[in-house]
């Protein structure tokens, strides 16, 4: 692949933004009113499913729908890569409005939940009898995080990509820094590094978050903190923004540092400025060992507090399984779910993809496989510890408020962070409090 996972999966988080647009303008109601609901929670039979067009996605789909339809012989899945389109929300979108959509979509954005649930386009996987049992027993405490305003359950979470804080070991040596204990364990420390860094000549960027307004590009520099900081706080609670408050600014106020006295770069850098050496940190996840191993020697560490911790949180950048209402053998549907979600397929996800599957139990359950790749490790523990992006009204457009305000105050310093974040929070109050 000649280019990088990581820039590859930037673009496709570009391409979600799309999402909001395309959702919104598609809200009639998607499949479930045009059928005998009760009926297809139990039919049974051939059943569509999409999955990513990641390549060690695909492997693991394709082996999985093969052990399946082996098993299965009157039961049988076709599967398929989902459509190109400008992005696979977009062509979710789409396909509900049409009363088309697959049975399951292994790519379903927990961000596009709120909008595909309101199009009626999912079914909540909780009106299967054994659902809540098995959701709770596989996930554990985290399923909270994915249950709607209605107390059902639309998503499956299914695996994440816990942030953390990786370092380019070589420059740290070069600024005549520790690189094998590297001083980021509050924010402080990671300010005092920036600055180091930066001061010594060895790389002009300490840290090169991307500046622009996309309404996701705050899940890759203040959410992560945030959550960190905050004891795993969502950016919405009990229909509450909660972002403008000690926690939230302290964060902002540690970003605005870094552009006040450029440590990082206020221009969008068309590339990966991490791999290629432009700068000396980066966020991201365990999707990034493999893109990273040729091209940096690297550490990585947990997001810093602004008190040293040991059992902080950070974003999980996660993406579930969707059980679509276009589907007619929902039955099946719901035990293709499950069997993709087993153990066992769970440990072959995990072995192909080094993503984390969100199971309770996942430290313990593949021991032998984290003992082999200790790289991998340090994100199960995290795993354990994730944020998701909040299940409301108007998801998208909650986030793009949000990041209209922080571009205008943290990065470009056109109004203070106190009058940017209470202003947004109110907006965004409203926004989720809209059916």
């Not at 390549?55 to 299965?72: R, S």
């Not at 554990?140 to 299914?158: E, F, I, R």
């Not at 590009?217 to 972002?243: I, M, R």
């Not at 035990?335 to 066992?344: D, H, I």
Request: hydrophobic letters at 40%.
């Amino acid at each position: 692949m000649k280019r990088s996972k990581i820039t590859a999966r930037r673009l496709t988080m570009t391409a979600v933004a799309v999402a909001g647009t395309i959702v919104l303008a598609a809200c009639s109601s998607g499949g479930s009113d045009s059928k005998d609901a009760s009926g297809a929670l139990t039919a049974t039979g051939p059943i569509k499913v999409w999955y990513s067009n990641n390549e060690f996605e695909v492997q693991w789909a394709e082996k999985m729908v093969a052990d399946w339809n082996a098993a299965n012989p009157d039961e049988q899945v076709t599967g398929q890569q989902i459509p190109a389109g400008k992005s696979s929300e977009e062509v979710i979108g789409a396909a509900i409005t049409a009363g088309n959509a697959p049975c399951l979509v292994f790519n379903t954005a927990p961000v596009a939940v709120p909008q595909f649930q309101k199009q009626g386009g999912l079914v909540a996987l909780d009106s299967f009898p054994d659902g809540a049992d098995y959701l709770a027993e596989r996930t554990g405490d985290l399923a909270g995080q994915y249950q709607s305003s209605d107390g059902k359950t639309y998503q499956m979470p299914w695996k994440s990509n816990p942030v953390v804080l990786f370092y380019n070991k070589d420059i740290f040596t070069a600024a005549g820094l520790d690189a094998e204990n590297p001083q980021l364990a509050t924010q402080a420390e990671f300010l005092d590094t920036a600055r180091a860094l930066v001061e010594s000549g060895a790389v002009q960027n300490a840290i090169w978050p991307s500046p622009a307004s996309d309404f996701f590009q705050s899940w890759f520099d203040f959410y992560p903190f945030y959550a960190a900081n905050s004891n795993g706080a969502s950016l919405v609670e009990d229909g509450k923004a909660t972002f403008d408050s000690e926690a939230g600014k302290q964060v902002a106020t540690m970003f605005e540092t870094l552009y006040q006295e450029n440590l990082a770069s206020k221009e969008v850098y068309q590339g990966d400025s991490f791999a290629e050496g432009k700068s000396a940190m980066s966020l991201a996840g365990p999707w990034a060992i493999n893109a990273y191993k040729d091209a940096v020697n690297w550490g990585a560490v947990a997001i810093p507090g602004a008190e040293a911790q040991d059992d902080g949180y950070t974003f999980s950048d996660a993406k579930n399984i969707g059980l679509y209402s276009a589907c007619e053998n929902q039955g099946t549907a719901w035990e293709v779910l499950k069997f993709a979600t087993s153990e066992e397929q769970d440990g072959s996800l995990l072995a192909l993809t080094g993503q984390m599957p969100m199971r309770e139990d996942l430290t313990s359950t593949y021991a032998d496989y984290f003992a082999a790749n200790p790289a991998y490790g340090q994100f199960a523990d995290q795993a354990a510890r994730t944020v998701e992006v909040p299940n409301v009204s108007n998801s998208v457009e909650v986030w793009q408020t949000f990041r209209t305000a922080y571009a205008a105050s943290v990065v470009f310093e056109n109004e203070s962070i106190d009058e940017a974040f209470q202003d947004a929070a109110e907006k965004i109050d409203q926004l989720v409090a809209q059916n």
